[in-house]
Structure formats: structure tokens, C-alpha cells
């Protein structure tokens, strides 16, 4: 009678089993679960955000960035830590950067600035000013003489004021050309105290950070994290906005690594994929003390921020005299024909974050606030210098600088209204360095989107 209990009960609890199973695979991952709703700080809801993404920014955003124009970027990554006395370069090899030979750089980019201006081409007075002017790597050929001369005056033009990012002096021997997709961002094996003092250095000593954030501190040290006793309503929006900026980057980042991870090496072959256990590690709400899904949030939040800036700086490239010069006439065209129509995207989606709600109280308050905002990323930016991996260094530079020219550009929305139609202008401007970083940089956050959209169904099929 007992074991005929006992049977019984057994049955009854493996029914239940099978019954609580079915139950939970239809239910949202616990990340997606606290990954919903509307964004703090502005009128936007996530599930918007995935679906304009997914259906319109992120095929044509990865097609760009195959383009010649933008998948060459120029770099220093031999520039020295301005902070601290070196770590050492990570000797992994696939920290490893490989630079792109003089060969297979587009004769448009490589050959500079001279190039453009065939008929100033036997005046070494004017050659030597337009060397100087690392401003004209997005300008039309096809120049008139009263353009030529602005060019110049516009190449002595110190606009260091409007810069958020520590920027490379591409002229430096050091710099050099890196091919893009043959050095993409992923996990490397680079972490430790050297991976962890770059991030502390931004969070404790150059960001506006709120006290409820928990936080891995030194790996080498017993404790594992850290509480802070306030919250975010110390802060005012400009603030919050500065932290939420660098978080969402460094979810961004994180997001990137976990999504191509070393998982194995077969014949001597490394293999790239996603791993469900890192991804739990930096965004599981239990694992980051409920941290994990606030990060997320702020990669959203980040998007926004520089969908907003693409809107803003449609402008600036619509104009005639603006063309995406590579020498490659045909791809030229078109690539700037791509360009334009994302830009078209990103005017088009209806809840934009409202910059104007920022810096807008007592005028010398808010000046100075800026000032301060624009010298705390400034900082962030000289940083990245400090990275002992180059791929990471690179990627780091990229996505800083992109998102410091994202910021140089909503700050300067009265300059853009005003650009002349066919010819330069002393303003507002945009080297070709900042034009790809901006866009690879934004490239990169609709990346890291899709990526978390592929967790939430590896979470639920690995249950």
C-alpha cells in the first residue's frame, strides 16, 4: 500500500516536473524580463528601439561599414598611457592589430588631402597648408578657387574647443591604416588588474556616477564588489546622462566580447561564438546584484544618444560639396547614396531623445557644466591609450571617438543649420576619422542590439 503511495506521489511529481517545464519554456528570460519598457530620461520604448533596429538600421548600418570609405580607419596605438606607467602590451596573439598595407589602402584615402586639389598641386605653398588639413577627407574635388582659399583659412582653424575626444595626429609616423573587418572586435583573453584599472580609472575618477552601482573591484582583491548608498536622484540629468553614456558603452563592449568569445581551438584554428556563460556573468540580475539589466538599459539609452546625433548631422552630408572620396567614383556614389538613406531612417523614427533638455538652466551654470561634461570625456578619451591589448585599444579609440563626435555634434546643431550649401565653412566640420568613427561606432551599438536579441533565445533554449 505504501509503495503503491509512494508510486503514485512519484508519478504525481514527475507530472509536475514535465507541467513546470512546459510552463517555464514559455516564459521570457530573466534578462528579458527586466530588459522592457520605457527608457528613464526620455519617451522611448524599448521594443521600438529592437524593431527599428532590426528591420531598418542593421542590414543597411552592416552594409556600410563593408563600404572602402569606412572600413579603413587611421590610428596610433604606439601613443603612450598619459595616466599611469605602462602594464605591458598583452603579448596574446590575438590582441594582436594587423596593419593594412600601403597597397590595399583606396589611392583616395592614402594619397591624403593633396590629391584633391590637382591644380594646387605644383604651388608647394598651398600643397604644404592643405597637408596641414586633415579636415577635407570627406570634400568633393571639383573646387572653385575662392573654395580652395577658405579651405586653407578653414585648415588653420582651431576648433580643439568643440572636440570631446583626445584625437590621433594622423600626420604622426606612428599612425597607421587598419582594415576593420580583418581585425574585428572580440573576446581576446585580455583581463585581469590591467583591463580592470582602465575601467575603474573612467568610473572613479572620470565619471558622474551614481552611489546605488554595484561594481567588480580589483580581481585580485577578496571582495568582490562594492555598494554605493545613493541613487541616480542625486544626480542631475546631465550627469545621469554622462554615466549612462559610459556604461551603456561598456555594455556595449562587454556584449561584443561575450557575443564572439573564444570558445576552442580546433587544429591549431581558434573558433569564435557566443557564450551563454559570460553573458550571464556581466548582465544575469542575480549574478550583478539586479546591475546587469540596468547596463543593458543604458546601451539602449546610448543608441538613442547617437541616433539622435545621425539626425542631427544628415545636413552637414547632404550637401553637393560633401562626398565620400575614395578615387572609386561608382562605389563613391553609392556609398553615399547608403549613407543618406540611414540618415533618412534615423530622421524618421518618432521619439528621439531630446538634447535640448540638457545644459538649460542659469546660462553660466550650464556653460560651465558642459565644460565640465565635454573635459570628463575628454579624459575617457586619452584613457584608451592606456590599453594594454591593441585590438582592444583599437576598438576602444573607435567607439570613444565616435561617440565623442555623436556629442560635438548635438552640442553644435546652430553651426549645422547654418553650412553653406556648396561651399566650406570656418564652423562646424567633420574630419574623415570622426565621419567613420561615428558611423562604426553607431555600426557597433545596432550590432551589440542584435546580439542581445540572439541571447534572450539562446537563454531560452538553454533551459
Given at each position: 500500500m505504501s509503495k503503491g503511495v509512494r508510486r503514485a506521489g512519484a508519478g504525481h511529481g514527475a507530472a509536475a516536473a514535465v507541467r513546470l517545464l512546459v510552463t517555464l519554456s514559455f516564459l521570457p528570460s530573466v534578462v528579458?524580463?527586466?530588459?522592457?519598457?520605457?527608457?528613464?530620461?526620455?519617451?522611448?520604448?524599448?521594443?521600438?528601439?529592437?524593431?527599428?533596429?532590426?528591420?531598418?538600421?542593421?542590414?543597411?548600418?552592416?552594409?556600410?561599414?563593408?563600404?572602402?570609405?569606412?572600413?579603413?580607419?587611421?590610428?596610433?596605438l604606439k601613443r603612450p598611457c598619459p595616466f599611469w606607467a605602462e602594464d605591458g602590451h598583452c603579448s596574446i596573439k590575438d590582441?594582436?592589430?594587423?596593419?593594412?598595407?600601403?597597397?590595399?589602402?583606396?589611392?583616395?584615402?592614402?594619397?591624403?588631402?593633396?590629391?584633391?586639389?590637382?591644380?594646387?598641386?605644383?604651388?608647394t605653398k598651398e600643397l604644404e597648408d592643405c597637408e596641414q588639413a586633415n579636415k577635407l577627407g570627406a570634400i568633393n574635388s571639383t573646387l572653385s578657387n575662392q573654395s580652395k582659399e577658405a579651405f586653407i583659412d578653414w585648415a588653420r582653424y582651431d576648433d580643439s574647443r568643440d572636440h570631446f575626444c583626445e584625437l590621433d595626429d594622423e600626420r604622426s609616423p606612428a599612425a597607421q591604416y587598419v582594415d576593420l573587418l580583418l581585425n574585428p572586435e572580440r573576446y581576446t583573453g585580455y583581463k585581469g588588474t590591467s583591463a580592470w584599472r582602465v575601467w575603474n580609472s573612467i568610473y572613479e575618477e572620470n565619471c558622474f556616477k551614481p552611489r546605488s552601482v554595484y561594481r567588480p573591484l580589483n580581481p585580485l582583491a577578496p571582495s568582490r564588489g562594492r555598494f554605493f548608498i545613493c541613487t541616480f536622484s542625486c544626480l542631475c540629468l546631465e550627469k545621469r546622462v554622462f554615466y549612462k553614456l559610459i556604461s551603456g558603452l561598456h555594455a556595449s563592449i562587454n556584449l561584443h566580447l561575450c557575443a564572439n568569445y573564444l570558445l576552442e581551438e580546433t587544429w591549431g584554428k581558434p573558433s569564435w561564438g557566443p557564450n551563454i556563460k559570460e553573458f550571464k556573468r556581466r548582465f544575469d540580475p542575480v549574478e550583478t546584484k539586479g546591475e546587469g539589466p540596468r547596463r543593458l538599459k543604458n546601451l539602449y539609452f546610448l543608441y538613442l544618444i547617437e541616433l539622435r546625433a545621425l539626425s542631427k548631422v544628415a545636413p552637414y552630408f547632404e550637401r553637393s560639396i560633401v562626398d565620400l572620396y575614395t578615387g572609386n567614383v561608382e562605389e563613391d556614389a553609392d556609398t553615399k547614396a547608403l549613407l543618406l538613406n540611414i540618415f533618412q531612417d534615423t530622421k524618421s523614427f518618432p521619439?528621439?531623445?531630446?538634447?535640448?533638455?540638457?545644459?538649460?538652466?542659469?546660462?553660466?551654470?550650464?556653460?560651465?557644466?558642459?565644460?565640465?561634461?565635454?573635459?570628463?570625456?575628454?579624459?575617457?578619451?586619452?584613457?584608451?591609450?592606456?590599453?594594454?591589448?591593441?585590438?582592444?585599444?583599437?576598438?576602444?579609440?573607435?567607439?570613444?571617438?565616435?561617440?565623442?563626435?555623436?556629442?560635438?555634434?548635438?552640442?553644435?546643431?546652430?553651426?549645422?543649420?547654418?553650412?553653406?550649401?556648396?561651399?566650406?565653412?570656418?564652423?562646424?566640420?567633420?574630419?574623415?576619422?570622426?565621419?567613420?568613427?561615428?558611423?562604426?561606432?553607431?555600426?557597433?551599438?545596432?550590432?551589440?542590439?542584435?546580439?542581445?536579441?540572439?541571447?534572450?533565445?539562446?537563454?531560452?533554449?538553454?533551459?
Open positions: 528579458e524580463a527586466q530588459v522592457t519598457g520605457v527608457l528613464d530620461d526620455c519617451l522611448c520604448d524599448i521594443d521600438s528601439i529592437d524593431n527599428f533596429n532590426t528591420y531598418k538600421i542593421f542590414p543597411k548600418i552592416k552594409k556600410l561599414q563593408e563600404r572602402d570609405y569606412f572600413r579603413y580607419y587611421k590610428v596610433n590582441c594582436h592589430v594587423e596593419p593594412c598595407p600601403e597597397s590595399k589602402i583606396p589611392v583616395g584615402i592614402k594619397a591624403g588631402h593633396s590629391n584633391k586639389y590637382l591644380k594646387m598641386a605644383n604651388n521619439m528621439h531623445f531630446d538634447e535640448k533638455s540638457m545644459f538649460a538652466g542659469d546660462k553660466k551654470g550650464a556653460k560651465s557644466l558642459k565644460e565640465e561634461f565635454r573635459l570628463h570625456f575628454k579624459n575617457i578619451s586619452r584613457i584608451m591609450d592606456c590599453v594594454g591589448c591593441d585590438k582592444c585599444r583599437l576598438w576602444g579609440k573607435l567607439q570613444t571617438q565616435g561617440l565623442g563626435t555623436a556629442l560635438k555634434i548635438l552640442f553644435s546643431e546652430k553651426e549645422i543649420q547654418k553650412l553653406p550649401e556648396n561651399s566650406p565653412s570656418k564652423g562646424f566640420q567633420l574630419t574623415r576619422q570622426e565621419i567613420v568613427a561615428l558611423l562604426n561606432a553607431f555600426g557597433r551599438l545596432s550590432t551589440s542590439i542584435t546580439e542581445l536579441q540572439n541571447f534572450k533565445v539562446l537563454l531560452q533554449h538553454s533551459r
